[in-house]
């Protein structure tokens, strides 16, 4: 029993494995997916496992394996602007990954049930914010997390172009779901061990397509109040932005694009080099199980896989006689640009979002 693809040295060895065996297939999911690199969400003293293709689990903190998250990423078909709902959102790793493709003018909301979670997700994001170059590539639509059961979410809440549930949800559940969907919408949840793909093309028509076999662990029936009925959850208001914070988009808008355009007339290609490794990926399977209610995929070994090693084996063993060179730090260019503006420090640090770096 393994993961659907080999294990990866670091994040970008993991997409790259991802990649091949075809669970990533857009250019928008693996520029989102290389920008975060998922160890970041695990605890310290269980990173060695972030770049497996497995489901990792520590309390109630929780992530699936990778190649579900590139499933659930390319079904959802996201857009900039659109709104989403992740029901389950956790440590908000697949939160932060949806925000970069949103950007600012989109809608970004989590439901989880354990506030521990919710904190340690908020941790993480504000580190991401803080401490990341991917921040400064991309336009960014924050989420903002609430503490709930997702089973109680207020009848008068607003409806989203797109909803992910990270949780197996019982048939009786389903038009529960469904409604909160506007239409044309895409929803993506695990139902009747399946992870389903449903698309509302009107008030009470559904388009549903199977995309893997999973087993999640069920969703968490609400408790009770002293009245016998579950309390209401609210979710996050959908606020408009101010005129400040319209005027920082543009400007870092402004500034990335007059870079891009300037490394364009230089010649210089604005994405890196890819890898020099090539790592062996297993064959693609359908099946995923719990153990210990962890999400693990059901590796299935085949005469293909014992070639593809073999064939590598030479490569591989080239590349570990190559003496690798330390990596230099990437060079922030919106950030070098922001500080030579002509602007008091108080407004420089406002555009750059008061990033340490």
Not at 170 to 199: C, F, S
Not at 279 to 304: C, H, M, W
Request: hydrophobic residues 35%; charged residues 30%; proline residues 5%.
């Amino acid at each position: 029993m393994g993961g659907a693809v080999s294990a990866g040295e670091d994040n970008d060895d993991l997409i790259d494995n991802l990649k091949e065996a075809q669970y990533i297939r857009t250019e928008r999911v693996e520029q989102a997916f290389r920008a975060i690199d998922r160890g970041d969400y695990y605890l310290e003293g269980y990173r060695d496992n972030a770049y497996k293709d497995l489901a990792w689990k520590h309390g109630n903190i929780h992530l699936s394996a990778p190649c579900i998250y590139s499933e659930v990423m390319e079904a959802l078909k996201l857009q900039p602007g659109l709104s989403f709902l992740n029901l389950g959102s956790g440590t908000g790793y697949l939160s932060t990954m949806v925000g970069l493709i949103l950007g600012p003018f989109g809608i970004n909301h989590g439901i989880e049930l354990h506030s521990d979670v919710v904190e340690y997700a908020k941790e993480k994001l504000e580190s991401f914010i803080k401490h990341s170059d991917s921040f400064d590539k991309f336009e960014f639509c924050e989420p903002a997390f609430v503490v709930g059961n997702c089973l109680q979410i207020a009848s008068d809440s607003h409806q989203y172009d797109r909803i992910y549930c990270g949780a197996g949800v019982q048939k009786d559940h389903e038009n529960y779901m469904k409604i909160l969907l506007k239409v044309g919408g895409i929803l993506v949840m695990p139902i009747e061990d399946q992870l389903t793909q449903i698309m509302r093309t009107g008030q009470n028509t559904w388009e549903s397509k199977n995309i893997l076999a999973v087993s999640f662990a069920p969703l968490v029936q609400p408790s009770k109040n002293d009245n016998g009925k579950p309390d209401s959850v609210g979710l996050p208001p959908c606020a408009v932005r101010n005129l400040q914070d319209l005027a920082r988009i543009y400007i870092r808008r402004t500034l990335r694009n007059f870079i891009n355009d300037e490394m364009q007339a230089k010649g210089i290609p604005q994405r890196a080099p890819p890898k020099r490794k090539r790592k062996r990926v297993k064959q693609r399977i359908n099946t995923y199980v719990f153990v210990g209610n962890q999400l693990i995929p059901q590796a299935l070994d085949s005469e293909e896989d014992e070639k593809m090693e073999e064939d590598h084996k030479e490569e591989e063993e080239k590349d570990r006689s190559e003496a690798v060179k330390p990596e230099e730090p990437p060079q922030n260019l919106l950030r070098e640009k922001i500080m030579k503006l002509p602007l008091p420090e108080s407004l420089k640090a406002y555009l750059t979002y008061f990033r340490d770096k």
